[in-house]
């Protein structure tokens, strides 16, 4: 990758004349099925360009109550752009039951923000759904001309588990956001998708956000370094996940649970007031997790830097902690 970063060929993005942007944007749109892509710094860059892009001030986007967008992102399309959050229940599998759309989709009453979007995320907390699940979400929310956009940070993890094409997840989605970084590796980026005249209003708030960025090829090199090479191999990592889950399945102390782990992530449950201190003691080993005051549940995740040999290391080291 930083082969790839140390080749590209670059100009100016803000002029749409860097040519290693604009293949990204390119292969990424062919890629996912859609007319055109546009490259951001971040994925919460490109939801809140999406958000912003489909919705008015005073409108309102559906989304699940643990969706990223809504819990993760500053509230970002609220503080920007004057635009709600009608938020739903999230389902074991990060997903949305559709009759929820039907009763929080606003009647045309000068009482409520007006209904204009939907916002999915696959996978959620490591979580997959299925092509027919999202597209049945995306039906639903359409009959009442929702736009549907999809918060793919982690798209790839889910097509690759089910072994779909990512066009078959987003035949009926209107927008998509995907990560360059996290598990895909590049070390910063993601693609926005969409219809053209979608993609040039995004265009249009990512400058208004300060996201342009002139020599950006040298980013995009990694996406498309990324996006050639790094997608199929996400398969380890959701082998070495389950390597994780079933290491500390056998530690007194540790609870996970593995039947929820369907890709990259690992949650794993401590007892009370032991995961800061977990923490504090792997961090002497140059060993770093995240863990929250009051929150004994910690988020792991596997992935291109975190193999086999990283997991031995680990799962012997929580044994040496809580034994
Ligand atoms: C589901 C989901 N969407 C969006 C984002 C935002 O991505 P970024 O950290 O690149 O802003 C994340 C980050 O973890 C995420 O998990």
């Known amino acids: 990758m930083k082969a790839a970063i140390a080749a590209a060929k670059l100009g100016d993005d803000v002029y749409g004349d860097d040519p290693s942007v604009n293949a990204l ?27 912003l892009a489909h919705c008015q001030r005073g409108e309102e986007i559906l989304c699940g109550d643990t969706y990223h967008v809504f819990c993760d992102e500053a509230g970002g399309a609220s503080v920007l752009g004057g635009v709600m959050f009608s938020p739903m229940p999230t389902n074991e599998n ?3 039951n559709p009759d ?29 759904q299925s092509v027919e699940e999202i597209t049945n979400l995306a ?3 359409h009959k009442y001309n929702l736009m ?9 993890n889910a097509t690759v588990k089910l072994g779909v094409n990512p066009k078959d997840m987003l035949a009926e989605i209107d927008s998509v956001s995907l ?23 995004a265009h249009r708030i990512r400058k208004l956000l300060g996201g342009g960025m002139r020599q950006a090829g040298l980013l995009a090199a990694a996406g498309t370094y990324a996006l050639d ?7 380890e990592d959701h082998k070495n996940a389950i390597k994780l889950a079933e290491g500390l399945s056998l530690i007194k102390g540790i609870n996970v649970n593995l039947e929820k782990v369907n890709t990259n992530m690992v949650y794993a449950s401590f007892e009370q007031g032991t995961a800061l201190k977990l923490r504090k003691h792997l961090a002497s080993k140059n060993i770093y997790i995240s863990a929250y005051l009051g929150d004994d549940t910690v988020r792991l995740v596997t992935h291109l830097d975190c193999r086999e040999p990283e997991i031995d290391l680990f799962i012997s080291e929580l044994k040496s902690f809580l034994n």
Do not use: W
């Open 25 to 51: 944007q390119e292969k990424s749109a062919t890629l996912l099925g859609k007319d055109a892509a546009l490259f951001m710094s971040s994925g919460t860059q490109s939801n809140l360009c999406a958000m």
């Open 94 to 96: 990060g997903g949305l």
């Open 100 to 128: 929820d759309i039907d009763k929080n989709v606003k009647p045309d009453d000068a009482h409520y923000a007006i209904s204009k979007m939907l916002s999915l995320e696959n996978t959620n907390k490591g979580n997959t």
């Open 139 to 141: 039906n639903r929310a």
């Open 148 to 156: 549907v956009h999809l918060d793919g940070a982690r798209l790839m």
């Open 179 to 201: 990560c360059l970084s996290k598990g895909l590796g590049a070390p910063a980026g993601s693609i926005l998708a969409g219809p053209e005249k979608f993609i040039k209003r």
């Open 229 to 235: 090479n790094n997608i199929q191999r996400l398969a």
